[in-house]
């Protein structure tokens, strides 16, 4: 276990449990100033940045991939195998399946739900197991569900209790079940007053992009 | 920290938690005859009534303010400046976000969500987080979301996986995602023949009880 | 509490937790080869089989009859009073409901949330609380949503993000909110090269594989 500068760690925290996998290296990598709490449990075999901070009862199961400034909150689990990048912050009660991709400052709400497994009870299960790719800045609401395989386009917007089924383009706000696009977020208003665009800071490259240039 | 009188608190619990962020009072206060189970956690600076009591893995955060007979079950997480009122009742796997108020007598069964942040990543967002309004006496099915900003009218009942996108007047029945009225809860019929209404109890004052009326 | 041969169970586990309600036998029984980990609480009164294993924060209340090869991992709550069958995988964040019958090799993924209270706040819902009734080898996938009363035939399938409100015959493909029935397992293609029909090894008894063998 090798843990960096000035950490704070909390009693009653499990640091490099062991799985019962069979992994080549077992050693629990963390950056400096991590902030463990109460209750969480993080797998020998993983490797995290700096500035990692969880909230309680989280699990972080082992061959994760994680960068700087990782934050996961209350009862949130992160299976095995996955690659996350940095910024990125997980809220309560989530479930990130294995070998799931998530790219920087990604962002997902409480209850958000990840499925790696399209025909579950399959005999060829197990060798099709795969998370679905998340790329930079997207955010996902609360109790949104994502199926397998597919890609979300960076700094695109899923709302609260969405299904997301297929891919989608960079830049779009998808609702429903099953999800389906029904915007750019350059299209969103703000409803308070605060801003006229609440993604006007989001520049986005590609086709979303290029057609709200086109407008 | 000050504890009333007949507490029950097993081992593996943290009472007084330091939140890191600054708050005026850090003391935890809780009232008469508390229950609190073995893994849970409850940060300084929340004052809860009489009569507490929680599952395991429960975590309330800084800055609540809960009344008599609270009820929490494993795995919750209430967030931090919520006001809730006496009687409520919130199920296991729940994420009640900041500044949501809750009235008396209401009930949330299991992975109940609620969100607080309508932009998630809007440079604005922290100027404008405020969750929903929850009305006495209101039942929210599981599963269900509520997006913030919203306002449950009294007695309203909430069936289960229901996404709840917009303000929903006393006595409303709501399903599906958006989620709609599709009744009152005088409409409803008991089918296990235990009771002709099952909400025959419940007097509402305003619209939907006037319209029953004048049926 | 009476524990087989060969048990690893972890520290921070708490075995034969006495619950609050009056129950005849308050003895924890648990068979040879289990697997109890960090955080896991199971209540007196309850029965599980052979080779159980937990994930972490997993709560197990009383009167519950487990089969054998149990699993239930991180942050999931069996309530009171369910029978559940052998070779069962409950996944993490998931509710089972008090009453719940679960039947052989069926399996839920993450965040499934079962209710078992048609009517919350009905002052005879303490009489006509009932879990659904899962068949055996139900696959049910990512943030499902099941109601009381209703019955899974037998292998369905429930998509991730399904809201099931009524029974669903053996070998059903479910989907959406409401879920409804698209086709039968025997109709879904392996979208990886992998095999032709995922399912094909399930052999169905009933309607549902009547149809199919009329094709």
Not at 28 to 37: E, S
Not at 113 to 121: L, M
Not at 155 to 161: E, F, L, P, Q
Request: glycine share 14%; charged share 15%.
């Amino acid at each position: 276990m090798i843990i960096g500068a000035n950490p704070t760690i909390d009693d009653g925290v499990k640091l490099g449990y062991r799985t019962g996998r069979k992994i080549a290296d077992h050693t629990l990598r963390i950056g400096d100033d991590a902030c463990i709490r109460f209750g969480s449990v993080i797998y020998g075999g993983t490797i995290i940045g700096n500035k990692f901070a969880t909230g309680h009862n989280v699990t972080i199961r082992e061959e994760n991939v994680i960068g700087d400034g990782f934050n996961v909150w209350n009862c949130t689990t992160i299976d095995y195998g996955c690659k996350i990048g940095s910024g990125v912050k997980i809220h309560c009660n989530c479930y990130v399946a294995q070998f799931t991709v998530i790219e920087d400052n990604a962002f997902m709400a409480p209850g958000v739900t990840i499925a790696n497994d399209i025909h579950p009870g399959c005999e060829h299960s197990a060798d099709c197991m795969k998370g679905p790719h998340i790329e930079t800045g997207v955010q996902i609401g609360v109790n949104v569900t994502l199926l397998p395989f597919i890609r979300i386009g960076a700094h695109s917007v899923i709302g609260s209790g969405a299904v997301v089924t297929k891919d989608i383009p960079a830049g779009s706000v998808v609702v429903g079940n099953p999800g389906r696009v029904i915007c750019s977020i350059h299209d969103l208003k703000c409803q308070t007053g605060l801003t006229d665009q609440p993604y006007a800071h989001v520049l986005l490259h590609g086709s979303v992009d290029l057609e709200q240039n086109g407008r």
